[in-house]
């Protein structure tokens, strides 16, 4: 997530303008300081298509990266795929010398590796996850994609004034190489073959996932698949959080330049909270959720819907709050910053439902709803690019209205549709076939 969201703050200093309508003609740089910090004249149409174009990587990935991570190895598909989209995050200033084009190419292909390592990584819990500790620990490993926004973002500004933007991907890259080097070294693919872990806590891990593993490679029911509701309600949902989070990720940053005019540290600074604060919150939606299960204290249905009320509903609700109530700073920020922070919630709802409803069948569904998922984030990013260069009078508030709109008819239909038990063509006893 690092190396994905990098450049909507990177985009500040590489560019003349992310101003809507901007004059990009000419640089106002010196030239020592186009050496460090290279600036180039692209519109606000080729930025959004920019930060837009690795979700068509990851969009193409995601089932096959899910159908084949319950064929060959986890282990090698991770780590290879991180330490690709590493290697053409190191790229990316070389790229932009030769123009724009070459930028997208690489961040497609950057892309495509995001999401081999997206899908396969969540198919690890399938085999170390007990039922009563899934959400947390899925949780917990999905807040990295909201802990990353919040680092690139606090120290990217920084890195931009003293070292010039190329920096920033050189580091994330080079951090990404080195990280992809720690996976190879420290995963293993069964708790059976870890050496660190006790006998005991392995047999505890194995037997509590005896319903849940499936000793062979099943065939895909596809037809039943396309029949399922609840399965179609969490994409249409994954599509409604994917729009919102994609949104609030690449754009806070121009949205906090047009309103308040900082500088690149300061706005870097600022567009880390909502994020910071995002990832506290699904640590918290994730051990919430697990209380609740074990405990007793609601059925895991109403958990799911819950969860997932909470993580549409408020954000909407916190939108309208920032458009309409935040005549101050400090009200933009606050409610900037609940707008994001609350869509974590997500994480005990619809990011972890089709392991309920399809265990068998996780890793291929998980790439399936990410599909639906992430095409609303790229269709996100593309249209605000679109409308913010298009319309003159009041862009943010299009955007955040279209935001508004998704999250609440997704979240009407997941509270009829939704169910939280395996469903009949992803019970082991059923042979189905294609």
């Known amino acids: 997530m690092s190396q994905r969201v990098c ?41 959004g298509i920019m930060l837009s174009s690795i ?25 290879s795929a991180l330490f690709l989209s590493s290697l053409f995050t190191l790229l990316i200033p070389l790229a932009a010398e030769f123009g724009e084009a070459l930028v997208i190419i690489c961040r497609v292909i950057q892309g495509l590796f995001q999401g081999i390592a997206l899908t396969t990584q969540q198919v690890v819990w399938i ?28 120290i990217t500004g920084f890195i931009c004034d003293s070292l010039g933007w190329p920096m920033v991907f050189y580091i994330f890259g080079a951090c990404g190489c080195a990280l992809s080097l ?24 194995t037997s509590a996932l005896t319903q849940q593993v499936s000793s062979s490679a099943p065939s895909l029911p596809i037809k039943a698949m396309l029949k399922s509701p609840p399965l ?50 699904a640590i918290l939606a994730g051990h919430m959720s697990d209380v609740f299960l074990s405990k007793n204290i609601l059925s895991l249905l109403t958990i799911r819907k819950l969860f997932t009320l909470l993580g549409l509903l408020l954000p909407a609700l916190f939108s309208l709050c920032l458009l309409y109530l935040s005549s101050s700073f400090h009200g933009t920020m606050i409610f900037l910053i609940l707008a994001n922070a609350t869509g974590s919630f997500c994480m005990g709802g619809i990011l972890i439902n089709v392991l309920d409803i399809a265990p068998r069948y996780y890793g291929f569904l ?47 239909f997941y509270l ?14 059923q042979n189905t076939y294609l």
């Open 7 to 47: 450049m909507s703050l990177t985009m500040i200093t590489m560019v003349n303008s992310t101003e809507p309508h901007g004059l990009s003609n000419t640089s106002t740089k010196e030239p020592q300081d186009n050496i460090k910090n290279p600036v180039y004249n692209w519109s606000t149409e080729i930025q």
């Open 232 to 281: 179609w309600v969490i994409s249409l949902c994954n599509f409604a959080f994917f729009w919102a989070n994609s949104f609030l990720s690449l754009y806070t940053p121009m949205f906090i330049n047009s309103k308040f005019h900082i500088n690149v540290k300061e706005n870097g600074l600022l567009s880390s909270l909502p994020h910071l604060f995002a990832w506290i919150f």
């Open 127 to 154: 085999k170390w996850a007990p039922p009563l500790e899934q959400v947390r620990l899925t949780s917990l490993s999905l807040s990295g994609l909201l802990l990353g926004p919040c680092v690139v973002l606090l």
């Open 366 to 412: 998980k790439g399936f709803t990410n599909v639906i998922g992430l095409t609303g984030g790229l269709v996100a990013s593309t249209v605000t690019g679109v409308i913010l260069s298009q319309d003159q009078d009041s862009p943010w508030l299009k955007i955040f209205f279209m935001m508004v709109a998704n999250n609440v008819i997704s979240l009407i």
């Open 182 to 205: 720690l996976w190879f070294v420290l995963f293993y693919e069964d708790p059976k073959d870890h050496p660190c872990i006790s006998k005991s806590e392995k047999e505890y891990i």
């Open 55 to 79: 979700f068509y990587g990851i969009l193409i990935s995601q089932i096959p990266a899910g159908y084949l991570s319950g064929i060959y190895s986890l282990k090698k598909m991770v780590g």
């Open 416 to 429: 009829i549709f939704a169910k939280a038990e395996i469903q009949d063509w992803a019970k082991e006893t």
